[in-house]
C-alpha cells in the first residue's frame, strides 16, 4: 500500500521526510541565511549590505550554537557531586570567539562607511563609483 503525498497532513509531511526537532530548529536559521544573502545581492546601500551581512553572522552562529547544545549534558565544572555527561568546552569557545570577531568586522566595516558618509552620505554603490 502506498501513500499518496497529496492526502497527507503536515504531520504525515514530517513523518515522510523524517524531520526531527534537531532538523526542524534548523530551518529559521537557513531561511535568515538566504534573507541575508539575498538582501546582500541585492542592496543599493552600504548600510544595507551591513545589515545582511549581520543577519548572516547571527544566523551562522545560531546554528553552531544549536548544534554544539545537547539535551542533559552539564558543564564541566568540579563540585561534589559527579554528572554522567559533560559538554564540550570547545565548541563554546569557538562560538564567543566567532561572536567577537563579527562585531569587530561590523564595528570595522560601520567605521568604513562613517568615513565614506562624509563624501557621499546616502552610501550609494553607484554614487561612490564615480
Known sequence: MTTN???LGFKGWLLLMDLTPEKL???PMVVLIVIGCFGLLNSKTILRSLL???VIDTATISIFVLIAASAGSQTPI???SRYSSYSDPYPQAIILTAIVIGFA???LLCAI???LGR???M???RDLEK
Open 5 to 7: 503525498p497529496r492526502h
Open 25 to 27: 530548529r534548523l530551518i
Open 52 to 54: 545582511s551581512l549581520d
Open 78 to 80: 568540579e563540585t561534589t
Open 105 to 107: 568586522t561590523q564595528a
Open 113 to 115: 562607511a562613517l568615513r
Open 119 to 121: 563624501r557621499s552620505p
Open 123 to 125: 552610501l550609494r554603490y
